[in-house]
């Protein structure tokens, strides 16, 4: 499935109903007076996020949501039909804004989380509302009220635990792979990941937490270069991030480091709350190095950090079992 996280629609809850003008007449009551129903109410249009959602595909070839109109008032005070509401669903992340003003009017963040967005018109009254002791006959309805027409902006931030960065190429897909069930492209050259992917890392029966394998930052990302600020956005809701750094093309521990350094000014630039976040670097590609060289470039960056960093060997079942005890901290 396609993923995307930015589109524009035009919402419209439904108009009311016009209330009737209507006189009983019937054989058997010479005084029937007025018998004109109120029309029913125009459906209103709710949002509601769902878990089971993760891109805004779904509104890619529909731009138009428009709820059921209320119908008019009928005689004998029959009431208009209310029109149907519409519950339109979105992932959890989504952020509605208006399209006009760029005011953000809801930020769905929580499963079956609903947020009432237009509401439907009124419908009108019938003339049986207006009987009174001096007007006994009244030709008087009112019409029903026009819903309301909004330009609103999805966009969705995926809520995830913890944020895989890194520079392209950096083992991050392979890693979530074998941490989760998610099935993520797979190859030896940069930008294999176009878009995020999220996979459940699960404990045991009750403790489970979501990671977010997120495309390759070069640098000047924050700029735009690249696949640029597309993705950034997604890692700011993260409580935590894996920085995967790439040591098997590196001259030297220092040219290792700088990886580091550039990812991490990528995210300063973009929004320097990002650093607060709990971090853990892991060195990735090792398969080919001696363990003396995999002990200076940890030590390097361990003395650096003033942090434990864990060198990961082919992701093998004794590093699985140590990054999960590191991941149940982070988050």
Known sequence: MRFIDEVKITIQSGNGGHGCISFRREKCVPEGGPDGGDGGDGGSIFFEADRGLNTLVNFRGKKFYGAENGTQGAGRRMHGKYGEDL??????????????????????????????????????????NFKTSVNQAPTKATSGKEGVSLEIELEL????????????????????????????????????????????????????IVIADIPGLIEDAADGKGLGIKFLKHIERTKAFIHLVDVSWCLDEFEAFEQYVVIRQELEKYNKDLLDKKELVCLTKIDAMTEEE????????????????LPISGVSQRNLDELKGLLVRLA
């Open 157 to 208: 931030k995926l809520i995830a635990d913890i944020a895989l960065i890194g520079m392209p190429n950096a083992g991050k897909s392979t890693l979530i792979s074998v941490l989760s069930a998610a099935k993520p492209k797979i190859a030896d050259y940069p930008f294999t990941t176009l878009e995020p992917n999220l996979g459940v890392v699960k404990f045991d029966e009750q403790k489970s």
């Open 87 to 128: 519950i339109v669903k979105v992932p959890i992340g989504t952020i509605i804004r208006l399209i006009e003003t760029g005011e953000v009017i809801a930020d769905l963040t929580e499963h079956e989380q609903k947020i009432l967005l237009a509401e439907g018109g009124r419908g009108g009254l019938g003339n049986y």
């Open 294 to 309: 995999i002990s200076k470039y940890t030590a390097f960056f361990e003395q650096h950090l003033d942090r434990k960093v």
